[in-house]
């Protein structure tokens, strides 16, 4: 059986969490993304000085999850104006969660949700939610399983390529 921990991350991880963002955002978007426009946003959102300022944000957690002490993947919740929307005090935004390609289909992604929950309930949240690209069928799949259901939509940018991302919003009390 695998041995599965989760741990957040602290401004000394910037380096681990660099080289895993830009690894699972690659794998999970270069098939249906231009070169440029990957890189544009690869170089921008995962820049060391970004990532600093993220993880020194005091309203944003990252946590690593580890299988058997390997890293296979990160979660990213943001409270307060950290949200990417404004969607209230009352909601956590899981703004990212990725888990690394040979770690797929092992529940992964199902304990770093059940963290990403566990936070909200813990910081007594009314909700969460999330953005996904309406194009990304097996995390929308996911999320719905997840229990988690189509509230929205906003724009995002890959590049300089507006793209529309579905907001899922989940109710906790």
Same mark, same amino acid.
């Given at each position: ?5 989760? *741990? ?35 170089? *921008?959102?995962?820049?060391? *000085? ?19 002490? /390997? ?10 104006d950290a949200q990417s ?50 194009k990304n069928k097996n ?25 529309? /991302? ?8």
């Open positions: 059986m695998t041995a599965i921990t989760i *741990k957040k991350c602290c401004v000394d991880d910037v380096q681990t969490l660099q080289n895993i963002s830009m690894e699972t955002f690659i794998d999970t978007f270069k098939d249906q993304n231009s070169p440029e426009n990957m890189k544009a946003y690869v170089e *921008k959102a995962f820049n060391l *000085k970004q990532l600093e300022t993220e993880l020194s944000n005091q309203t944003s957690e990252f946590y690593f999850i580890y299988a058997d002490g /390997d890293i296979a993947g990160y979660l990213k919740v943001n409270a307060g929307e404004a969607m209230g005090d009352d909601s956590l935004e899981v703004e990212r969660i990725y888990v690394r390609k040979k770690f797929h289909k092992q529940g992964l992604g199902t304990f770093l949700m059940n963290k990403a929950i566990e936070i909200a309930t813990e910081q007594n949240k009314e909700k969460i939610w999330l953005g996904v690209w309406e995390a929308i799949d996911f999320y719905s399983k997840m229990g988690f259901v189509h509230t929205g939509a906003h724009s995002f940018y890959m590049g300089d390529e507006e793209q529309t /991302d579905l907001i899922m919003t989940r109710t906790l009390k």
